[in-house]
């Protein structure tokens, strides 16, 4: 009984020592306190620092992380789209080469300079092999084009109706890429028709005409 009475003494008096150092304290000389307010102090300081150093510094490196994390997902989001036509490329391939094959049929379509003479009297010789008469067969003004140039000629046939649309699929039929455009019947001399159009051909541009485009182009 009268150790734990001791003990009880022991630690009254710990406890009074410790209250006794926060008594009297010079808040304008710190370095006069006792031991554990100044352990006190230097940990509140320590906190402080700690807070200060997060809204000031580390809020900072915050903000620079979550770009980062957003820089990662877009980074992802790429990732998968080239992912994607990777896998497909080798379709892509094909696609290409039947894409290149088909302009290479319609390149062959096209006339060079030389042969638009020869094109200009097929075009004719269908109209006359129809039995229809040719009032006006007028080439145009040659428009030019990036890698092509393309012809007008204005026509205008006589003859039955059944003639003229045998006369189109001719037109449409010849070797040449030609197409009628602008088209109009109205009645004619005789129980006959007259077709006004606007037949287009499409030739290729000779080099020193592919050199004045890309000048003209340049230019504007």
């Known amino acids: 009984m009268a150790k734990i009475k001791k003990k009880s003494i022991n630690i009254a008096e710990q406890l009074d020592v410790i209250q006794r150092q926060f008594k009297n304290l010079d808040t304008k000389d710190p370095s006069n306190w006792p031991v554990l307010p100044k352990i006190i102090l230097c ?7 700690a807070a200060i150093s ?6 900072d490196y915050e903000v620079q992380l979550d770009g980062e994390r957003n820089a990662e997902l877009a980074l992802r989001t790429d ?18 080469e039947q894409i290149q094959q088909y302009v290479i049929q319609l390149e062959k379509q096209l006339p060079s300079k030389a042969e638009m003479a020869a094109l200009l009297s097929d075009i004719n010789q269908s109209g006359l092999g129809r039995s229809l008469q040719f009032e006006l067969f007028r080439p145009g003004q040659v428009v030019a ?3 092509y140039a393309e012809l007008p000629i204005a026509i205008r046939v006589t ?8 006369f189109a699929s001719d037109v449409a039929h010849l070797s040449r890429i030609v197409t009628l455009n602008n088209m109009s019947i109205a009645p004619g001399p ?3 028709l007259t077709m006004d159009a606007t ?14 485009q890309k000048k003209s182009g340049g230019a504007k």
């Open 199 to 212: 037949a287009r051909t499409f030739r290729y541009l000779d080099p020193d005409e592919i050199q004045a």
């Open 190 to 192: 005789r129980d006959t």
């Open 145 to 147: 084009r990036d890698y």
């Open 159 to 166: 003859g039955k109706y059944h003639d003229m649309g045998a």
């Open 79 to 96: 990732y998968q789209k080239k992912l994607v036509k990777a896998v497909s490329l080798d379709a892509l391939k094909k696609q290409r």
């Open 43 to 49: 940990i509140f300081i320590a906190g402080a620092v």
């Open 54 to 59: 997060w809204f000031m510094f580390l809020q």
